[in-house]
């Protein structure tokens, strides 16, 4: 029961929220409540939980100094345990997702490998914040029609973690820095704020283009806005703001996806 109760805090409840609600949301407008959505939101919910153990089973040295309350650094669960739970945990997400049309199951399985690769092979913050980008992106056409709506939805989700992720890293560079990671070079600053603004004109496309319904408009204009200030912010230096601006953008796209499928 222990073990049972320090596994569930592995769990990260916000980002495992927002994954399974974009597979709940594009699911249902393009698939309604059927068996395809439940195994959709399933397998995306239960792969999503094993990552996240993957990474904290991964990391559990440098979680010693930095997240000591967490359940392996504490010694609650073991290494292997975590290990051996996220392994039942991908296999069950994978035989879920068999169920689903082959070219869902493809996109999982590919969602799956860039997941696993960025666990566990190591490499610069500003690669990392693209592959996870792409592993964002690719809910959008697993989740629903891998058609010109849902590949533009999932941009503008993806694109905007990029910049949010790259100014986060420079948030958290100090601390990084005592343990004796590597910086986040100063070019990517640059980066980070030239795919936010990308992004901000990114959303008006699909209007444009006659994809989505008008209420679309009103919930975008602030992922627009937020994606506008959070790239000036970034070249001010004022990384805290992407919690803030963030939150604010990806919330609002949620609702405009919604709205704009009506």
């Not at 010109?148 to 910049?163: D, E, K, T, W």
């Not at 992720?165 to 600053?189: C, M, N, T, Y």
């Not at 496309?205 to 912010?233: M, N, Q």
């Amino acid at each position: 029961m222990q073990s049972l109760k320090a596994f569930t805090t592995l769990v990260r409840p916000r980002y495992t929220a927002q994954i399974t609600g974009i597979v709940v949301i594009i699911s249902l407008m393009d698939y309604g409540a059927s068996l395809p959505t439940l195994f959709a939101v399933s397998s995306s919910f239960l792969l999503s939980i094993a990552v996240f153990v993957f990474d904290d089973a991964r990391d559990v040295k440098a979680d010693r100094i930095v997240h000591p309350e967490r359940p392996i650094p504490a010694g609650s669960l073991t290494t292997r345990q975590g290990y051996m739970a996220s392994a039942l945990l991908t296999l069950a997400a994978a035989l879920i997702a068999s169920q689903l049309a082959l070219i869902q199951f493809t996109i999982f399985l590919f969602s799956t490998m860039i997941a696993i690769t960025i666990v566990f092979v190591n490499m610069t913050s500003t690669l990392r914040a693209s592959l996870i980008a792409l592993l964002i992106w690719s809910l959008f056409p697993f989740a629903g029609f891998p058609d010109l709506r849902n590949i533009l939805f999932g941009s503008i989700v993806a694109l905007p973690h990029v910049g949010g992720s790259i100014a986060k890293d420079f948030a958290h560079s100090k601390g990084d820095q005592l343990q004796g990671l590597e910086q986040p070079p100063v070019w990517s600053r640059y980066l980070a704020s030239i795919t936010l603004m990308l992004s901000s004109g990114i959303v008006w496309l699909l209007p444009v283009l006659d994809l989505v319904h008008w209420l679309y408009i009103a919930p975008i204009v602030f992922t627009s806005g937020s994606c506008i200030i959070l790239s000036v912010e970034v070249l001010r230096e004022n990384y805290g703001k992407a919690y803030i601006y963030g939150g604010i953008g990806m919330l609002s796209s949620l609702i405009a996806f919604l709205l704009g499928s009506v």
